[in-house]
């Protein structure tokens, strides 16, 4: 972004932020409407109750159905700024934006402070005004390595800068940029070469996502992240609570599954065969003509032969009941692990025939170079990624936001 393209866009964000608090404004004004008519409704309901039923048999009021609150808009400030920039240079217009992807990108460019830290603002106090050398491209290798870029990433991205100071003086902000292009080509190889920018189910036909990965990692938690993201977007969606080690695994979803609305199908016996409850949930997604199940696998690193077994077990099912079923095997990766996480996505990448990957855990880490050597390394599309606890910290991939937000300059 030039100094001009900047000054153009933070008015723009002005125009942005004003717009979304007026209809902020309005939306609570109508909602205040809405709940003062329920409060009278309910208070003429009670007195015509009260004058003709007995107390005793008095009918207890339900609870009114929790919804998940939308956030509230910040301050406009500088996080405010930067996101509402990089929604503008992707094409969105003014009245296209919502609080919801203001607020993610801050969650993200937040998140990914510390990687940040590490490579671009030590980088740029190092060269101060210089123009990068040979040297300093020295200090650049050694501070990607240092945020679990991989090796083969790494030596891709010096070379080619190297390429490029033989041919021109490049100054801290152009190297920057190139730096983001590079990065970003590595990170959409794999996702130009699947044929898909964007996953999403496939209407008309029975869509299953396996979420695969060793225990801890966040399974459980993306699959009710994806859960409520795809019943938000209509889509018919269904739970197969297929890790049946773990006995709070299924609690634990039936949470998720209540906050966005979402049927778990599982099997609450001992030792449950995990193919059988796959088994269930496909018939129960025939019956229900859903467009997307999502299975829940578990995850013992110890047993991975076993492992294995069961994920192919879980697929000839698959196969067997539903032959024109189209079956996502995404690797779920916790980026603060790093270089760990990285080995764990190749050994899995082996034996397991994956077709993506999803990153968590990117809030707080300073591993979230990892997501470049899944792709340039493992070979995978990355097609979520996660960052935080909360229902709606997962959202799709989108190389472009990842790279801003990754090597943003403050
Ligand atoms: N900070 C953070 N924590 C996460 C994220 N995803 C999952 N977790 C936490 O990681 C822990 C393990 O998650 P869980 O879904 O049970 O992992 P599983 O064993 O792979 O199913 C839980 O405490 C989650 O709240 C994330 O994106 N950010
Ligand atoms: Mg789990």
Not at 163 to 191: M, Q, R, T, W, Y
Not at 229 to 253: G, H, M, P
């Amino acid at each position: 972004m030039t100094n001009t393209d900047s000054d153009n866009s933070r008015e723009w964000a002005a125009q942005a932020y004003a717009l979304l608090k007026k209809r902020q404004e309005e939306k609570k004004q109508e909602l205040q409407k809405e709940e003062e008519k329920k409060q009278e409704l309910q208070k003429e309901e009670e007195e015509k109750k009260q004058s003709l039923i007995p107390i005793a048999n008095k009918e207890i009021i339900p609870e009114p159905f929790k919804t998940i609150a939308d956030p509230e808009l910040g301050e406009f400030d500088d996080n405010f700024t930067w996101s509402a920039m990089v929604l503008a240079s992707q094409g969105k217009k003014i009245n296209q934006i919502s609080i919801d992807e203001i607020d993610w990108l801050t969650k993200l460019r937040r998140g990914l402070e510390e990687t940040r830290k590490g490579i671009v603002t030590e980088l740029l106090e190092k060269l101060g005004d210089d123009p990068l050398t040979p040297e300093s491209l020295d200090d650049l290798e050694t501070l990607l390595i240092r945020a679990d870029v991989g090796i083969d990433s790494t030596d891709k991205i010096i070379s080619s800068l190297r390429k490029k100071l033989n041919e021109e003086v490049v100054g801290g902000e152009a190297g920057i940029k190139f730096l983001k292009n590079e990065l970003k080509s590595i990170i959409d190889k794999p996702i130009k070469n699947s044929g898909t920018d964007l996953l999403v189910p496939q209407k008309g036909k029975l869509n299953v996502w396996l979420l695969v990965g060793v225990n801890g990692v966040g399974k459980t938690t993306t699959l009710g992240k994806l859960a409520y993201l795809s019943s938000r977007s209509n889509y018919k969606t269904l739970i197969a609570a297929a890790d049946t080690f773990r006995a709070a695994a299924v609690e634990q979803l039936k949470i998720w599954g209540e906050r966005s609305s979402v049927d778990v199908i599982s099997n609450q016996s001992k030792n449950a065969d995990p193919a059988a409850v796959v088994f269930d949930a496909i018939n129960s997604a025939k019956k229900r003509d859903v467009d997307l199940l999502l299975v829940d696998t578990a995850g013992r690193l110890q047993t991975k032969n076993n492992l294995m077994d069961e994920l192919a077990k879980i697929k000839k099912i698959i196969d067997k009941k539903v032959p024109d079923a189209i079956i996502e095997s995404l690797l779920v990766l916790d980026a603060s692990q790093g270089q760990n996480g990285l080995k764990q996505a190749k050994s899995f990448a082996k034996s397991a025939n994956l077709s993506g990957a999803i990153i968590t855990k990117l809030d707080g880490t300073s591993r979230g170079g990892v997501s470049l050597a899944v792709s340039e390394e493992v070979n995978l599309p990355i097609r979520f990624i996660g960052a935080g606890e909360g229902i709606k910290d997962l959202r799709p991939f989108n190389s472009y936001e990842f790279v801003e937000a990754l090597l943003a300059d403050k």
